[in-house]
């Protein structure tokens, strides 16, 4: 008898006696739950500085997750934005997540 391992997606076969008769079963272990996303605090969002949806959000998940934007903000206008974010386990599972920004203008000069 193979040792099931719940936390190891795969496939094991289980044997046990019952009743002096051998029975075996297959059991799958498979991944199903969505990647968690929330919203970083990432402070004042300016105008004109684009961020990548991992410095916005971020995910948990058992497994790799990669996360892309479905609605990316225009990053030149200020004010209230939606934002809306995918991301995808590295067994597939999905999770979207909208959420309000507020971008502000960048009026500071650069510094040399």
Known sequence: ???????TLGMYLVKVWIDGQEEASLITITDTTP??????????????????PEELFETEDVFDVSIGYITEPDWTKAGEQQVAV???DANGNVTEKTETILLTGDRLPPVL
Do not use: C, F, K, W
């Open 1 to 7: 008898m193979e040792a099931v391992e719940p936390s």
């Open 86 to 88: 995918r991301a995808v």
């Open 35 to 52: 990647p968690s996303v929330r919203m970083r605090d990432v402070g004042t969002i300016y105008t004109n500085h684009p961020l990548q």
